[in-house]
């Protein structure tokens, strides 16, 4: 079974949860609504297993989610490539390709005689989006997801991975005492970062000095079971993600890592900014008992303004 197949149930049923073309690929129809009308009403519906019926298959599944990335690309997969071929064990990279305009689907295509599987979505999910149909369709016990800019340096990887020996989930980290960060961010993206932080900690209670950086890895069994809940497609996924997972009682852990910003990053920090941090005030309040009576205006104002980040 190709990885298509493996996704075909979840990408079903994803349409008929979130209108991936709306506002720029981020379901902010739902951020303030319903908890019943938000989420999957039963995992079986949606394809996704429980974790105790989640088939083990020893290996890593790597996605890489890729918006307009022909240029990109090839160099983060022959940076990870060679790595990932030497560890002598089962994996597959699975590159989400998000509604590119460009050679992005064919680039990855290219290798694919090297365990490298093509996701294509006409229309764009959002960063967050691509990375979650990626998890929906991996099939190894490990998985995780790393920038198209390839981040951290491949021996990382293990580093990672071999956190889930005492862990649920390995959040790859930039502030961890023994990270190393090579070529740093601008301050006003730093600034920004650490303000994210605090909120993240105070509304959702996650204890992590990084929730963004792009390299994360977990098992296969807990992210599944918990991906009918993630409903932020954008670049504050991974709050959502992280929250539910520490809800399901998983066990988190932050690894410093090796870690360089790329200047060429598409980022487009003044415009993110505001939807990301009402992005983690939604998660908190989706949670909440008051989140069925949040007034459609609200919702309705969200979008005017910000549906397009």
């Given at each position: 079974m190709d990885v298509g197949e493996r996704l075909a149930p979840s990408i079903a049923a994803d349409h008929t949860r979130f209108d991936f073309s709306h506002a720029g690929g981020f379901p902010l129809g739902h951020l303030f609504g319903s908890q019943r009308e938000r989420v999957f009403r039963h995992q079986s519906e949606i394809g996704i297993p429980s974790a105790e019926a989640i088939e083990h298959t020893p290996g890593l599944s790597v996605v890489v989610p890729a918006w307009n990335e022909e240029a990109r690309l090839p160099k983060t997969l022959e940076r990870y490539l060679p790595y990932l071929e030497a560890r002598g064990q089962p994996?597959?990279?699975?590159?989400?390709?998000?509604?590119?305009?460009?050679?992005?689907?064919?680039?990855?295509?290219?290798?694919?005689?090297?365990?490298?599987?093509?996701?294509?979505?006409?229309?764009?999910?959002?960063?967050?989006?691509?990375?979650?149909?990626?998890?929906?369709?991996?099939?190894?016990?490990?998985?995780?997801?790393?920038?198209?800019?390839?981040?951290?340096?491949?021996?990382?990887?293990?580093?990672?991975?071999?956190?889930?020996?005492?862990?649920?989930?390995?959040?790859?980290?930039?502030?961890?005492?023994?990270?190393?960060?090579?070529?740093?961010?601008?301050?006003?993206?730093?600034l920004a970062g650490r303000a994210f932080n605090v909120l993240s900690r105070v509304l959702l209670g996650l204890k992590l000095k990084d929730t963004q950086c792009g390299a994360k890895f977990m098992r296969r069994s807990m992210v599944q079971s918990v991906l009918h809940q993630v409903t932020l497609s954008n670049w504050a996924f991974d709050v959502d993600l992280l929250y539910h997972m520490r809800k399901a009682g998983a066990n988190l852990t932050e690894v410093g890592v090796t870690w360089r910003h790329d200047t060429g990053s598409k980022l487009p920090v003044m415009k993110i900014i505001p939807v990301m941090f009402f992005s983690v005030i939604g998660v908190r309040l989706m949670n909440l008992p008051i989140s069925d009576r949040v007034p459609r205006k609200m919702i309705d104002w969200f979008v005017a303004n910000y549906g397009t980040a």
């Open positions: 994996f597959e990279i699975i590159v989400v390709v998000d509604g590119s305009h460009d050679e992005t689907a064919n680039v990855a295509r290219a290798y694919a005689t090297r365990g490298v599987h093509v996701l294509e979505f006409p229309h764009k999910l959002g960063k967050g989006g691509a990375v979650l149909q990626g998890l929906r369709a991996a099939k190894y016990d490990v998985v995780g997801y790393l920038d198209a800019d390839g981040p951290i340096v491949p021996a990382e990887i293990e580093r990672l991975v071999g956190a889930l020996d005492q862990a649920d989930v390995a959040v790859g980290s930039r502030w961890a005492p023994d990270s190393v960060v090579t070529e740093s961010q601008p301050p006003f993206r730093i």
